[in-house]
C-alpha cells in the first residue's frame, strides 16, 4: 500500500484540481482507520485458526475414537496416564461398541467401552467361542486390546473384557463409521442414546463433517449453474428471457413443494425418536414457510412487472455492450470463485477444529474422555462473523474492480482508441487507495441489511394481530424501519462507482452518489430497478436449483444426520458464488447509470460540452425517459377524470 497521504499521478498535471465528478487524477488513502480495525479483526481469525489446529481434533470427529483416546483409522500418540492409548490404529477404521444393545448415559458420557475394530460382525455371536473364532478369521478383536484372543476362553473374567452376549450383527455405518447393530430392538435404543447424547452443537458439526463430500459436490453444481447464468445473460434475448422467467417460477414453485412434501413425510413417520429427526423437521418447517413466503412475492413481482421484458432486454444488450470494451471483466468471477472457494474450505476446516477442541482427561480404568475447553463457544460467533464479513469483502473487491473498469471506459472521450488494461488500472487503485473503503462498505452494507430484514420480519409478523400491544409493536417497527431506510439508505455499492470517480471516503460517496441519482431518478430508476431484479432472479434460480440437488442428496441419511443446516450453508454458499458471477452485470448496470447521472450533470450535449456516453445509448435514454412521460401523462389523465365524477355538482 502507498503511504498514506501519498497522492497518485496518472498525467502531466501536477497540481490537483477541485473535484468536478471526474475520475481523480490525485487520490489519498481513504478510510484508513477501518483497513486497521480489519487488520485487527483478522488478527483475532488467525489466533482462532492457530488455536484450532492446536487444540482440536477433527479426525475424533470424523473417524471416531475408542474409550482409551485412539482415533481410529490413525496412528495415535500416546495419552499419559492411559496405558492403553497410542496405539496404531490404520487398519482399525471401525467404532464398535461392547454394549450395543444396552447403551446406558453416566455423568454425560456412555458407560459401554468403545474399540477400534477392523472389521464389524456381520452375523450374530452367541458364545464366546464364536468371538474367538470371527476374530481368528477375520483378524477383528473385539475384546479389550490388552487380551490375547487365545484367552478369550481361557481366563475367568474374560467375559468382563469382552461384549455383552449375544454380540448382534453390525454394519459400518458410513457416516460415523461406527459399528450399527442391525437388529431393530438394539438399533433403537442404540441410535437414540448415541445421538440424542450429543448436544446440538456437535450434531451440526458431524452432519457437516459427514456430508463434506455433497457441500463440494453441491458447490461445484452452483458454480456450473452460475456459469450457465452468466452466458445467458452475455446473449440475451427476449426469448431467453421468456425461458428463463418459466425456469424461475418452475423452481420455486418445485422447491417449495417439495420442501412441504418432506415435511408431511417427516410428520406422517410416528416412530420419531431422534433428536437429529426432530431437528430435520423443525428447520424443515422453517424453509417451507420462508420458500413460500418469497415464491409468493417474487411470483406477484414477475406478474406486475411482466410488461417491461422488452425494455429489460434491451437495457441488458447496452450493458453487454458496455462487457464488450473489457470483456476480461467476465474473468474477474473465476479468481473470485477461486479466493472464496479457499476461505469457506478453511473457515469449515476451523469450525470443525474448534467443534472437537477438548482436553484429554483419564478417569478410572485407563480411559479417557475429552473435555470442552472454557470459553470455545464465544469463539464460533466470532469465527461466524468473520465468515459474514470476509465474503463481503471479496465480494466488494470485485465489485470497486468492474465499478472502476467501467468508470475508466465511460469516461473516455476516444470511443475507437480504448484505455490500456483498465482491469489493472482499476485493481492498483484499489489495493494502493481505497481498501479500507471496500471494508466499511462491507461491513456497513451488510450491517443495515440484518436490522432490515429484522425489523420487516416483526412488522409483517404482528400487523395482522389484534391487540394493543401488537399495534404499538407494529408502529414502532415501522417507526424505526422508517428512521433506518431515512437515514441509511445511501449505503448500497454506488459508494464504490463514486470512489472509483472522487477517490472520496465511503460515507461521502454514498451521500454524493444518493443526491445525484435524486436529481435524475426520473430517468431510469425504474428500469435499473428491473434490471438489477431480473438479475437477482438468475440468483434465486441457481440456489433453487443447487438446494433441490441438496435435498435429494441429504435426505438419504435424514435419520443419523442434521442435515437441514448443512443444506442452508449450501444455499447461502450457491447465492454468493451465483452473486459474485452475476454481480458483474449488476455492477455495470449500476456504474453505467451512475456515470451517466454524471454526464448529465456536468455537460449538455453541446460541441463545447459534448456527452461521453455513445449515441446508442443516448438513444436508449431517450426512449425510457418518453416511455415514463407517457405513462404519467396517463396516470395524470386518468386521476383527473376520476375526479371529475366524484366532484359534487
Known sequence: MQCLGAEHLDSAERIPTQRQWRPQIYRKCTDTAWLFLFFLFWTGLAFIMGYSVAAGATGRLLFGYDSFGNVCGKKNSPVEGAPLSGQDMTQKKHVFFMNSCNLEVK?????????????????????????????????????????????????????????????????????????????????????????????????????????????????????????????????????????????????????????????????????????????????????????????????????????????????????NKAISSSPFLLLQPLWTFAILIFFWVLWVAVLLSLGTAGAAQVIEGGQVEYKPLSGIRYMWWYHLIGLIWTSEFILACQQMTVAGTVVTCYFNRNKSDPPDRPILSSLSILFCYHQGTVVKGSFLITAVRIPRAVLMYVYNTLKEKDGALSRCVSQCCCCCFWCLDKGLRHLNQNAYTTTAINGTDFCTSAKDALKLLSKNSSHFTSVNCFGDFIIFLGKVLVVCFTVFGGLMAFNYHRVLQVWAIPLLLVAFFAYLVAHSFLSVFETVLDALFLCFAVDLETNDGSSEKPYFMDQEFLDFVKRIKKLNTRAQRNKNSLTSEEGTELRPL
Not at 452376549?165 to 458410513?174: A, H, I, R, W
Not at 458439526?205 to 450457465?228: E, K, N, Q, Y
Not at 414457510?289 to 406478474?303: D, F
Open 107 to 319: 455423568d454425560v458420557r456412555l458407560s459401554s467401552t468403545v474399540l477400534c475394530v477392523s472389521s464389524c460382525p456381520e452375523e450374530q455371536l452367541d458364545t464366546l467361542e464364536e468371538v474367538q473364532l470371527f476374530a481368528n478369521t477375520s483378524g477383528s478383536f473385539l475384546c479389550v486390546y490388552n487380551l490375547n484372543s487365545f484367552n478369550y476362553t481361557q481366563i475367568p473374567n474374560a467375559d468382563l473384557l469382552c461384549p455383552r452376549l449375544p454380540v448382534p450383527p453390525s454394519k459400518s455405518f458410513p457416516l460415523f463409521n461406527r459399528c450399527i447393530p442391525q437388529t431393530p430392538e438394539c438399533y433403537s435404543l442404540f441410535a437414540s442414546v448415541l445421538i440424542n447424547d450429543v448436544d446440538s452443537l456437535h450434531r451440526i458439526l458431524s452432519g457437516i463433517m459427514s456430508g463434506r463430500d455433497t457441500v463440494l459436490g453441491l458447490c461445484i453444481l452452483a458454480f456450473a449453474l452460475s456459469l450457465a447464468m452468466m452466458f445467458t445473460f452475455r446473449f440475451i434475448t427476449t426469448l431467453l428471457v421468456h425461458i428463463f422467467i418459466a425456469l424461475i417460477v418452475l423452481g420455486l414453485l418445485f422447491v417449495c413443494g417439495v420442501l412441504w412434501w418432506l415435511y408431511d413425510d417427516y410428520t406422517d413417520d410416528l416412530s420419531i425418536e431422534l433428536d437429529t429427526e426432530r431437528e430435520n423437521m423443525k428447520c424443515l418447517l422453517g424453509f417451507a414457510i420462508v420458500s413460500t413466503v418469497i415464491t409468493a412475492v417474487l411470483l406477484i413481482l414477475i406478474y406486475v412487472l411482466r410488461k417491461r421484458i422488452k425494455l429489460t432486454v434491451e437495457l441488458l444488450q447496452v450493458t
